[in-house]
């Protein structure tokens, strides 16, 4: 979910539009000059669609999370506005990391700034690995020092770039998994982080048994003996780092498992 925070002074010409608290926690202490939007929603959870996303979403949101409409408003559909009032910006950095979840919301955002059809230069930060760090999963488990190295990595997106990403949106909506595993075919240039994310969620399709990938996974480490909630998440993490769910995410998939009768809705976890 999404607001937006004047870090600097207000004539700074560039937004960077950042993947989270983490990352803007971090990011505060850089000293990288510009105005923030910190993107929160999770675009790839719960359902989506071509009109009206915002309400479908806010709906989804409350119904799963409790979170209510205005809060909603205030912090995402506000603030997701601003992006049609950008002539203040002579660029925009999108700082966005790998996986499933920032994959998909980089997609809409792009999607967005293509429709507004500025000419303002778009920049890419999007990293999958990190020197140093052979577990590195994100960006706001980086130092500021560290997070400021990445600054000069930025990649300018064409309009080719978003044109892709779009066409990528609107299959993501659909949901055809084989028009999407027709379209992993192709060439996707600077968006080749894209590629993995997308083919990541097709293994989120359910199986003949009605489990996807997720759920077998975290079944397998329950029918291994784990009954540790934390365990499970972090030994979930270390190997399917690609689809980026969070504790709350996970807690879900639990919950479909053990509706769908593949966890007894007796089991304790620890």
């Keep these: 979910m999404g607001f937006l925070i004047n870090l600097t002074c207000m004539n700074s010409k560039t937004l960077h539009v950042l993947n989270g608290d983490a990352t803007m926690n971090v990011f505060k202490e850089t000293e990288i000059s510009g105005d923030i939007l910190i993107w929160r929603e999770i675009l790839s959870e719960g359902p989506v669609t ?49 996986d499933l979840v920032c994959q998909i919301n980089l997609i809409f955002v792009l999607a967005t700034l293509k429709n507004i059809n500025y000419e303002i230069p778009i920049y890419l930060i999007c990293p999958d690995k990190f020197d140093g760090l052979p577990n590195f999963r994100g960006l706001g488990e980086l130092s500021p020092t560290q997070l400021k190295k990445l600054l000069p990595t930025k990649i300018k997106l064409s309009l080719v770039d978003l ?5 990528a949106w609107d299959l993501y909506i659909e949901n055809d998994s084989t028009r999407i595993t027709t379209f992993l075919k192709g060439d996707f240039g600077k968006l080749a982080l894209l590629k993995k994310a997308l083919a990541a969620h097709l293994m989120r399709s359910e199986k003949s048994n009605g489990l996807n990938h997720i759920h077998e996974v975290l079944l397998g480490f329950i029918n291994a003996g784990m009954t540790n909630k934390s365990e499970i998440y972090e030994k979930f993490w270390a190997q399917e780092s690609i689809f980026g769910l969070g504790d709350l995410q996970l807690d879900l998939a639990l919950n479909e498992i053990q509706k769908k009768g593949f966890i007894s809705k007796d089991f304790a976890f620890t």
């Design 163 to 167: 044109d892709l990403a779009a066409k």
């Design 50 to 98: 071509k009109n009206s996303l915002f309400q479908l979403r806010s709906k989804w949101i409350y119904e799963t999370f409790g979170e209510n409409y205005d809060s909603y408003k205030e912090k995402v559909i506000n603030e997701v506005n601003k992006l049609n009032s950008l002539t203040e910006y002579d660029q925009i950095i999108l700082w966005f990391e790998y």
